[in-house]
């Protein structure tokens, strides 16, 4: 019997069979009816090139089947359907090895009932069976990768937009405040040290702090090297000092920071470290109670040097802090801010080779805890002076 004589006497049985496969795969949400869809118009012109290919004009059947080995300059019938159906099962969350299992279930399907049936087919009419086997499995894996791609630029676009309105909205925020506080201070009818002047500090402070955040983040998600050196742990507790203590002023609380050991050091990259510990800074001058103690202590046990951040927030809700480290979370008080601190403070803390946690204290407050290795600066010389 001819092939094509062959798939239209047992065309509802082939289709059965195809159906009884993909029951035994998971459906991913699908009906069966949508991943029977490429099945039924594919074996129809299957049926209409082994057609063609009996009469005087073979080469007519090019048109439905395609060459052998495709051809990117003319897209065929079965191409045209093939990339139309790659692109619905990308739509119902399938993967490319499920796209080309359909189209093998009905190559599979034929070759176990012609032999149940005792029935052989011509060289020719196999050879035609696999190129349009392999036109449709290309032309449908292709519509489905170049549809993925264009899915996952969309939402990688829609996240970078949302990021860029979030800063561009609190970039507005700060300028639009400190522009009507330094209005009020021009006219002359308030000081710059009263209310005013403190809304125009914070105001800067704020957006100071929202500049450095963002120039982290970049370096962090482009991926740029690390530039590490070794450098004295006290001389950047003691310029985070001096850069913190305005927003402490500005946050109405008391800021402490003991003294550290001059000859720890830290070897890591200082821009990322000094944005890390400066985010944490930041996260306890914004949520500890106004008038109470935020800590800033760097110390060293054994072979690891430790910079504790403790506030007064008042200690942590139930399950915050499983949720305070993931991008855009923000705290359940105050919700100004694009919720990133934390996020980048972890990262960067990890690409120096640390580690970075919070603990709770309950009905105080929180610390934040930052882990390096410990290093050593070499102690000063000493010389005696002969007279």
């Known amino acids: 019997m001819m092939m094509h004589h062959f798939l239209n006497h047992n065309r509802l049985e082939l289709i059965e069979r195809c159906r009884d496969k993909v029951a035994l795969r998971p459906l991913r949400g699908a009906t069966r009816e949508q991943l029977e869809h490429g099945v039924p118009l594919f074996l129809a012109q299957l049926i209409e090139t082994l057609q063609i290919e009996q009469t005087a004009e073979p080469m007519r059947s090019r048109a439905i089947s395609g ?18 159906h790659g692109r619905e099962l990308l739509g119902l969350g399938f993967t490319v090895d499920q796209v080309v299992h359909g189209y093998g279930d ?32 290309a032309d449908a894996v292709t519509a489905f990768s170049g549809q993925r791609d264009v899915v996952a630029a969309d939402q990688q676009a829609l996240a970078v937009n949302e990021r860029l309105g979030f800063f561009a909205h609190e970039l507005r925020n700060y300028l639009n405040t400190a522009t ?57 507790i003691a310029e985070l000092r001096c850069a ?31 944005s890390a510990v400066g985010n944490l800074l930041q996260y306890a001058f914004k949520f500890t109670l106004p008038g109470t103690e935020v800590t800033l202590h760097a110390y060293a046990e054994a072979e690891r040097i430790f910079i504790n951040v403790k506030d007064h927030c008042g200690g ?38 640390g580690r970075l946690s919070v603990r709770n204290l309950p009905g105080c407050g929180c610390v934040f805890t930052l882990e390096l290795p410990r290093h050593a600066l070499e102690p000063p010389s000493t010389t005696e002076s002969v007279d």
């Open 180 to 236: 009507l506080a330094l209005t009020a201070i021009k006219t002359g009818k308030v000081g710059v040290s009263g209310t005013t002047g403190a809304v125009l500090d914070r105001s800067l402070v704020g957006l100071r702090n929202l500049i450095d955040r963002s120039l982290t983040e970049v370096r962090m998600s482009a991926g740029m090297s690390l530039q590490n050196r070794l450098y004295s742990l006290a001389d950047l």
């Open 67 to 84: 060459q052998a080995g495709g051809d990117k300059q003319f897209l065929s019938v079965i191409g045209a359907t093939a990339a139309q």
């Open 106 to 137: 009905l190559c599979q399907s034929i070759g176990d009932l012609a032999a149940k049936r005792n029935e052989a087919f011509d060289v020719d009419e196999y050879r035609t069976l696999n190129r349009c086997l392999d036109n449709a499995i």
């Open 244 to 274: 913190a203590t305005l927003e402490a002023q500005v946050r109405g609380c008391i800021f402490t920071v003991p003294a550290v050991d001059p000859l720890l050091a830290v070897d890591a990259d200082r821009d990322l470290l000094f």
């Open 316 to 353: 942590l809700a139930p399950h915050v802090a499983e949720n305070m480290f993931t991008p855009f979370a923000q705290g359940e008080a105050d919700k100004t801010g694009l919720g990133l601190g934390l996020s980048i403070a972890r990262r960067s803390v990890e690409a120096n080779g």
